[in-house]
């Protein structure tokens, strides 16, 4: 199957507006992980929530953390340490949210608002740990 219209779809749409229930969790699963590899070695809270929702999308938990790992050394090269803060918290990573949380107040990015990057990664990680991830 070429995913190449699918793709154009959810870049045309937003991967938060299109839905693609009415296909079997494997065909999703397909799906989402091949439009996240495209935003993979992109950086940046932008490219990386598309990536960072996509193997969310599906269930591929181990890129989901190797990418927030990779945004967090990203954003530490650049000082963005409330970015680096959210990834943290995505990771579930108490001590390294600690860490960055007190520099917050001085590093370039602390004006930036990213609360629809965690929160809509955090409703997606929410409906994988209460099971409702759709499996057919």
Do not use: H, W
């Not at 749409?13 to 494997?26: A, Q, S, T």
């Amino acid at each position: 199957m070429d995913l190449r219209p699918l793709f154009l779809l959810l870049s045309q749409k937003g991967i938060d507006n299109v839905n693609l229930e009415m296909l079997p969790f494997e065909k999703r699963k397909e799906i989402y992980e091949s439009y996240g590899d495209i935003f993979k070695d992109q950086k940046g809270r932008d490219t990386s929530y598309i990536a960072l929702k996509a193997y969310l999308k599906s269930s591929s938990l181990e890129k989901f953390k190797q990418k927030l790992i990779s945004e967090i050394d990203y954003g530490a090269r650049n000082k963005n340490l409330k970015y680096c803060y959210y990834c943290a918290m995505l990771l579930d990573n108490n001590e390294m949210a600690s860490y960055f949380e007190q520099f917050i107040t001085e590093c370039p990015d602390k004006d930036s608002d990213y609360n629809r990057f965690y929160f809509g990664l955090k409703e997606e990680i929410d409906k994988i740990k209460n099971g409702i991830d759709n499996k057919i």
